[in-house]
């Protein structure tokens, strides 16, 4: 396909375990962000590569998170001892370079359920 | 940190109805964004707009740019059923252009 995949697309999971979730972006794009969108809410920012450095990781909302685009292409964001409060889509983009104009396209997202 | 304000948070209308969308920052955007969302699936880009005052439309969409860049507005006429779905502005700031901050949404409902 020619879109954004993102794998698995449901993860259920206990307090406490380690989950990693993996993001394909469109063939050739540079840039790649993750999303964290919550029931009722808008997606939130959590970081942003521009080939395989993070460029901007402001949005991990502690060290439990991180995440990792070793080659450029695939990105996983893994947590780390998830607790009921990560529970919440993830979600993927992906855009050739980077700048306010430059259109992002979303994966369909991971939704994450820690029990 | 900036914050966007969307209203109304939900709104249900019959068919052929026009409605108005509206996403109000305290900050000036460098540029804005509106996507609509549905069940199941990522956002999907509508409409960038870049300069204040702008305005461009989208079939029976219409989207404005407020003159100081930090309010936009979605028009619709004559909804139809399809488009049901998440809509979405997302802003991105002087200094950040390529971090999103998004709204939190109107989630709308047209039914025949």
């Known amino acids: 396909g020619a879109g954004v995949s993102q794998t698995p697309s449901n993860k259920v999971t206990e307090k406490g375990k380690y989950v990693e979730l993996r993001c394909d972006p469109i063939?050739?794009?540079?840039?790649l962000y993750w999303y964290r969108q919550s029931l009722g809410q808008g997606p939130e920012f959590l970081i942003y590569?521009?080939?395989?450095?993070?460029?901007?990781d402001s949005g991990l909302p502690n060290d439990r998170f991180f995440a990792v685009r070793p080659e450029g292409s695939v990105s996983t964001l893994k947590i780390q001892r998830t607790e009921r409060g990560d529970s919440a889509v993830y979600l993927c983009?992906?855009?050739?370079?980077?700048?306010?104009?430059?259109?992002?396209?979303f994966g369909p997202g991971t939704r994450l359920t820690v029990l | 940190t900036q914050l966007l304000e969307q209203s109304p948070q939900f709104l249900s209308i019959q068919e052929g109805e026009n409605l108005t969308v509206y996403c109000n920052s305290s900050?000036?955007?460098?540029?804005l964004q509106w996507y609509r969302q549905e069940p199941g699936e990522g956002p999907v880009l509508l409409v960038t707009?870049?300069?204040?005052?702008e305005v461009k439309k989208l079939k029976r969409l219409t989207f404005q740019f407020g003159d100081a860049r930090k309010d936009s507005s979605l028009h619709i006429t004559a909804a139809q059923p399809g488009d049901t779905g998440l809509y979405l502005c997302?802003?991105?700031?002087?200094?950040?252009?390529?971090?999103?901050?998004f709204g939190t949404g109107t989630r709308l409902q047209v039914t025949l």
């Open positions: 983009a992906s855009s050739l370079g980077s700048g306010r104009s430059r259109e992002q396209f």
């Open positions: 063939s050739g794009h540079t840039a």
């Open positions: 590569f521009q080939g395989t450095g993070a460029a901007d």
């Open positions: 900050s000036v955007f460098s540029s």
């Open positions: 707009v870049v300069t204040g005052g």
């Open positions: 997302a802003g991105s700031f002087t200094g950040t252009a390529s971090k999103l901050t």
